[in-house]
């Protein structure tokens, strides 16, 4: 396994160059008869059919006709049922998923992928809590996998998640991560850029994730009472407002944070080697979920230069949604209003971004090939013409970094690489056992409350259990 001096160390970025752009276009392809009987053809089980499993299957079905999803899974009938309804109706020809390969519960990963053959695809988009279980029932199995970011929520999940991912190397499986901007031909080309030296030495980088309340971040006693009071489970309950719990999704700042904190770390070519930060709850009212609505992390890479990560969850307040490095001799747009290039992907004499001052532009007309469609393109590709292809440690030691960020927020500490990659706190140990019975991993209080970070007091980890 890796030590995490070497994950550190290391820093075996995959350099993705302007070439690769041209290589990975899917023309006048042999495809090897990795799958027996039907040799073009690639099934896919699709594990947590939510808003991006559902999303991330259209985009894999996108990628052809040997394309097939045969079997799906999640914990709630109205999700699956509305997923599957969605799939069928656009891809009537490619989606084969009778009764008997609709799978329901927490356990029911296991049958979806049973449903596939060694070399198939399986989508992993449940909350990330349920990553390295079900990665390590994939490898088993022999399957491809595409895993939603981020691929862990505390130091114990990365690092086995790191150990997986050399299992399936030595297995040769194909596994792609959903961090899609590394896939954005723009900012492959941007990388190029600033790694040849168009904007100088970067000197700081910065990155804003300020909207209204997202997801199910913010959760009330009343959505909890009246999901109880439904015949759901407190396990059903927190896996159905999984931003609102740590040990579920890392929280709002990993979940959403992370493609920016990626994106930033990718264009300077090195991971931080420490952080501190600072956090609160301003107008939470009566919320019971264990998010901060405003994060500011200051992350410091080993040659001093500084990246910035503004995060705010809050209405009636200025959004921004960008990120940008600055150079010694300019500055580098990496993302302006989304993870889709759009405006983004532009490089500007100084440090302002008058239209007078750019110099460089990826795609000047802002027509980029969609990076949701390229991960999968990429993935598909690696698969056909069996190259190398494995991004887990890459979106592992993303997670990580967006891990340190929020528990240096969470702590109140500054956060060394070094050190925090030794903390054992491990947020919902055994959930490889969890059933449908099983108790929550997170206890509420008698209040119905759930334990919330507090930074000087709950030094040594984000929060501190309520006992039985
Ligand atoms: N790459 C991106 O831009 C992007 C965008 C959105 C979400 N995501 C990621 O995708 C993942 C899912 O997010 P979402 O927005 O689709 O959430 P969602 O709530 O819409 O979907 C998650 C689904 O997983 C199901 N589920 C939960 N636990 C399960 C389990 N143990 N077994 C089977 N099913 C289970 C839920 O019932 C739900 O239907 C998260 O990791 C999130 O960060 C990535």
Request: net charge neutral; charged share 25%; with cysteine.
């Given at each position: 396994?890796?030590?995490?001096?070497?994950?550190?160390?290391?820093?075996?970025?995959?350099?993705?160059?302007?070439?690769?752009?041209?290589?990975?276009?899917?023309?006048?392809?042999?495809?090897?008869?990795?799958?027996?009987?039907?040799?073009?053809?690639?099934?896919?089980?699709?594990?947590?059919?939510?808003?991006?499993?559902?999303?991330?299957?259209?985009?894999?079905?996108?990628?052809?006709?040997?394309?097939?999803?045969?079997?799906?899974?999640?914990?709630?009938?109205?999700?699956?049922?509305?997923?599957?309804?969605?799939?069928?109706?656009?891809?009537?020809?490619?989606?084969?998923?009778?009764?008997?390969?609709?799978?329901?519960?927490?356990?029911?990963?296991?049958?979806?992928?049973?449903?596939?053959?060694?070399?198939?695809?399986?989508?992993?988009?449940?909350?990330?809590?349920?990553?390295?279980?079900?990665?390590?029932?994939?490898?088993?199995?022999?399957?491809?996998?595409?895993?939603?970011?981020?691929?862990?929520?505390?130091?114990?999940?990365?690092?086995?998640?790191?150990?997986?991912?050399?299992?399936?190397?030595?297995?040769?499986?194909?596994?792609?991560?959903?961090?899609?901007?590394?896939?954005?031909?723009?900012?492959?080309?941007?990388?190029?850029?600033?790694?040849?030296?168009?904007?100088?030495?970067?000197?700081?980088?910065?990155?804003?994730?300020?909207?209204?309340?997202?997801?199910?971040?913010?959760?009330?006693?009343?959505?909890?009472?009246?999901?109880?009071?439904?015949?759901?489970?407190?396990?059903?309950?927190?896996?159905?407002?999984?931003?609102?719990?740590?040990?579920?999704?890392?929280?709002?700042?990993?979940?959403?944070?992370?493609?920016?904190?990626?994106?930033?770390?990718?264009?300077?070519?090195?991971?931080?080697?420490?952080?501190?930060?600072?956090?609160?709850?301003?107008?939470?009212?009566?919320?019971?979920?264990?998010?901060?609505?405003?994060?500011?992390?200051?992350?410091?890479?080993?040659?001093?230069?500084?990246?910035?990560?503004?995060?705010?969850?809050?209405?009636?307040?200025?959004?921004?949604?960008?990120?940008?490095?600055?150079?010694?001799?300019?500055?580098?747009?990496?993302?302006?209003?989304?993870?889709?290039?759009?405006?983004?992907?532009?490089?500007?004499?100084?440090?302002?971004?008058?239209?007078?001052?750019?110099?460089w532009a990826a795609f000047p007309d802002a027509k980029a090939p969609d990076p949701y469609k390229m991960e999968w393109a990429?993935?598909?590709?690696?698969?056909?013409?069996?190259?190398?292809?494995?991004?887990?440690?890459?979106?592992?030691?993303?997670?990580?970094?967006?891990?340190?960020?929020?528990?240096?927020?969470?702590?109140?500490?500054?956060?060394?690489?070094?050190?925090?990659?030794?903390?054992?706190?491990?947020?919902?140990?055994?959930?490889?056992?969890?059933?449908?019975?099983?108790?929550?991993?997170?206890?509420?209080?008698?209040?119905?409350?759930?334990?919330?970070?507090?930074?000087?007091?709950?030094?040594?980890?984000?929060?501190?259990?309520?006992?039985?």
């Open positions: 396994m890796n030590t995490p001096e070497s994950i550190f160390t290391r820093r075996e970025f995959v350099k993705t160059s302007s070439q690769a752009v041209a290589a990975s276009a899917l023309v006048g392809m042999v495809i090897p008869t990795v799958h027996g009987a039907e040799p073009n053809e690639i099934r896919l089980a699709l594990i947590g059919s939510g808003g991006r499993g559902t999303g991330a299957a259209m985009d894999a079905l996108t990628q052809g006709p040997h394309m097939k999803l045969v079997a799906i899974a999640d914990v709630f009938e109205n999700k699956l049922n509305s997923s599957l309804g969605n799939l069928s109706r656009k891809f009537t020809a490619q989606v084969d998923i009778p009764e008997e390969r609709k799978f329901l519960g927490v356990e029911s990963y296991k049958q979806a992928m049973d449903a596939l053959r060694p070399g198939d695809i399986v989508i992993l988009a449940t909350p990330p809590a349920f990553r390295w279980v079900h990665f390590k029932y994939a490898i088993e199995k022999g399957l491809n996998v595409f895993m939603e970011k981020p691929i862990c929520v505390d130091v114990p999940t990365g690092l086995r998640m790191i150990e997986l991912g050399e299992e399936a190397k030595k297995k040769n499986l194909k596994v792609g991560v959903g961090l899609m901007v590394r896939h954005c031909r723009g900012r492959q080309a941007l990388f190029d850029q600033i790694q040849g030296g168009a904007i100088g030495e970067i000197l700081a980088m910065r990155a804003y994730r300020m909207h209204p309340p997202v997801g199910s971040a913010f959760t009330t006693p009343k959505m909890r009472n009246d999901s109880l009071a439904a015949d759901n489970s407190e396990l059903r309950f927190q896996i159905s407002r999984f931003h609102s719990f740590l040990w579920l999704s890392g929280g709002l700042f990993s979940d959403f944070y992370i493609h920016q904190i990626d994106e930033c770390c990718w264009m300077k070519n090195a991971w931080p080697v420490k952080c501190q930060a600072v956090g609160g709850r301003h107008y939470r009212e009566d919320k019971i979920d264990q998010n901060f609505d405003v994060y500011h992390v200051e992350y410091t890479f080993a040659d001093g230069t500084k990246f910035f990560m503004y995060g705010r969850t809050m209405g009636g307040v200025k959004d921004e949604f960008s990120s940008t490095a600055h150079g010694t001799k300019g500055l580098a747009t990496i993302s302006v209003g989304s993870h889709h290039l759009g405006k983004a992907g532009r490089i500007f004499k100084g440090q302002l971004t008058k239209p007078a001052d750019q110099v990429d993935l598909v590709e690696a698969i056909q013409k069996d190259q190398t292809y494995n991004e887990v440690k890459r979106g592992a030691e993303a997670s990580l970094v967006s891990v340190m960020g929020r528990h240096a927020a969470h702590t109140g500490q500054e956060i060394v690489w070094d050190d925090f990659i030794g903390i054992k706190h491990e947020f919902a140990p055994g959930l490889d056992g969890l059933t449908d019975k099983s108790a929550a991993p997170l206890r509420a209080d008698k209040d119905g409350k759930y334990p919330l970070p507090m930074p000087g007091l709950t030094r040594d980890r984000e929060y501190r259990e309520f006992e039985a």
